[in-house]
C-alpha cells in the first residue's frame, strides 16, 4: 500500500495528512500488528454478541471487526483533529486507544426497554469509560430523563444521531480486548445505515441531502413513539382483559356459592316438609278448639291474662257437665262470657305467628294446666263421635 493511494481512498486530504504528524512507516506497522489480530477479534466480538443476545429485551446483535484501512484512517483523522489522546499513538499502544476495534450493536423494539439491556450490561461487564447516550437535538421526555437518572452522560449529535455507548474490557486470553456496544432500536438503526449509506462519501456537505435525512431522522423518532404507543395501548387491553376475566371468575364463584346454598335449601325444605304438615295438623286442631282459648296480644302472656285463662277454664268445665261446648246456646255462651267464638280462630292464628318453631308451641302448652289440656282431648274425642 502506498500513501497517495491511502489518502486517496480514505479521503484524507493532504493538509490534514500533514496534520496528522505521523509517519507512513508507523502506520504500515499498526496495520500488519492489527490483520493478526483479527481471527482472534472476531471470535471475541462472535463470543460478546452471543452473551448480549441471551437478554430477552435485545431483539437482534450485529457485530463487526474494525477493517484495516479504517484503522488507520481514524488514526490519521483524530491526530489532525488535535486529539490528545491519540497524540502519541503507535504500534505498541494503538490497540489500548481504540475502543471499537470490536463493535456490537444491540437492537430492541421499543424505548423503554434501553433500561433492561442498561442494566444487563452493567452486570456483565465493568464499563471503562463513562457511559454516553446520544440524542437528536429537540429530544426530550421520559426517556431522555432516564438517561440522566441511570448515570448516562448526555450529548446531543449534530447529525441527529440516536444510540447509547459503552467501552467495555474482555479479556477471553492473555490479551484484553476494548469492544465498544452500542444500544439502538430497529427504527433508529434503519435511519443510521440509510444516514451512512446516502451522507458517504459523496454527500457530506450537501446541504439539501442534510435536510431530508433530518425528516427522515423526525420520521424514525415518531416510529419509535408510535411503536411505544401501540406497546403501551396492547399491554392497557391485556391488562383490562385480565381483569375482567379476574371479575368474571369471581362472579362465576359467587354463582356457584348461591346455587350450592340454593340446593341446600331446598333439601332442607324437602326434609321440613313434614315438620310444616304436622304444624298445619296442629293449628287446625287449635281451631278445633278455638272455643276453650282467650286472644292473647303475643307469646310472652301478662300475669292478667293468665288469671282470665284459670278463670274460663273453670267456666268451661263446669259447663261441659252438662253439656258439648259445641251445642251450648247464646245464654250458654254469655253464661261463661264466651260470646264470639270466631275470636279464638284469630287467636290461635296470632299464637302460631309468634311461635317461631315447634319448640315456642310447647312452650305456649306450658302456660294450660292440666285440666286445660284434659279439656281439649274431651272436646275433640266429642268432635270425632258427632262425625
Excluded at 190 to 219: A, C, Q
Excluded at 349 to 378: P, R
Aim: aromatic share 8%; with cysteine; glycine share 4%.
Amino acid at each position: 500500500m502506498k500513501l497517495e493511494g491511502f489518502l486517496l481512498k480514505n479521503r484524507i486530504s493532504q493538509e490534514n495528512w500533514d496534520k496528522a504528524d505521523i509517519s507512513f512507516d508507523e502506520l504500515l506497522k499498526i496495520e500488519a500488528d492489527y490483520r493478526n489480530q483479527v481471527a482472534h477479534l472476531n471470535e471475541s466480538a462472535e463470543f460478546l454478541a452471543k452473551v448480549l443476545q441471551k437478554c430477552k429485551q435485545v431483539h437482534s446483535v450485529r457485530w463487526r471487526v474494525k477493517d484495516p484501512e479504517h484503522v488507520l484512517e481514524k488514526i490519521v483523522r483524530k491526530k489532525a483533529l488535535g486529539s490528545i489522546k491519540y497524540k502519541d499513538v503507535s504500534v505498541d499502544n494503538y490497540a489500548n486507544l481504540i475502543t471499537d476495534l470490536v463493535g456490537v450493536r444491540v437492537l430492541h423494539l421499543f424505548k423503554h426497554e434501553w433500561l433492561d439491556i442498561h442494566d444487563y450490561i452493567n452486570k456483565s461487564w465493568i464499563p471503562v469509560e463513562e457511559v454516553i447516550a446520544y440524542i437528536r437535538e429537540g429530544d426530550e421526555g421520559v426517556v431522555v430523563e432516564s438517561y440522566n437518572e441511570n448515570e448516562c452522560k448526555v450529548q446531543i449529535h449534530p447529525a441527529g444521531y440516536r444510540s447509547i455507548h459503552y467501552i467495555i474490557s474482555m479479556q477471553p486470553t492473555l490479551i484484553k480486548i476494548l469492544s465498544e456496544i452500542q444500544v439502538r432500536t430497529i427504527f433508529e438503526e434503519g435511519w443510521s445505515e440509510i444516514d451512512h449509506k446516502i451522507r458517504y462519501p459523496n454527500f457530506t456537505d450537501n446541504k439539501l441531502v442534510s435536510y431530508f435525512l433530518t425528516i427522515f431522522n423526525r420520521m424514525s423518532g415518531s416510529a419509535d413513539e408510535m411503536g411505544t404507543f401501540v406497546n403501551d395501548l396492547a399491554s392497557d387491553i391485556k391488562w383490562k382483559e385480565l381483569q375482567l376475566d379476574l371479575k368474571q371468575k369471581e362472579q362465576e364463584t359467587h354463582l356457584q356459592k348461591i346455587e350450592a346454598l340454593a340446593q341446600e335449601l331446598t333439601k332442607e325444605r324437602s326434609a321440613s316438609k313434614s315438620k310444616d304438615s304436622n304444624l298445619e295438623k296442629l293449628k287446625a286442631e287449635i281451631i278445633n278448639l278455638r272455643k276453650n282459648s282467650i286472644k292473647v296480644s303475643d307469646v310472652g302472656l301478662s300475669e292478667s291474662t293468665l288469671k282470665d285463662m284459670a278463670r274460663l277454664t273453670s267456666l268451661s268445665r263446669d259447663a261441659l257437665k252438662y253439656s258439648d261446648i259445641s251445642s251450648l246456646n247464646k245464654s250458654q255462651m254469655d253464661a261463661i262470657r264466651l260470646s264470639d267464638i270466631n275470636k279464638f280462630s284469630s287467636t290461635y292464628d296470632e299464637i302460631l305467628k309468634g311461635a317461631k318453631n315447634l319448640k315456642n308451641i310447647s312452650k305456649l302448652n306450658d302456660i294450660y294446666n292440666d285440666d286445660i289440656l284434659k279439656n281439649l282431648k274431651l272436646i275433640k274425642n266429642k268432635n270425632g263421635d258427632d262425625k
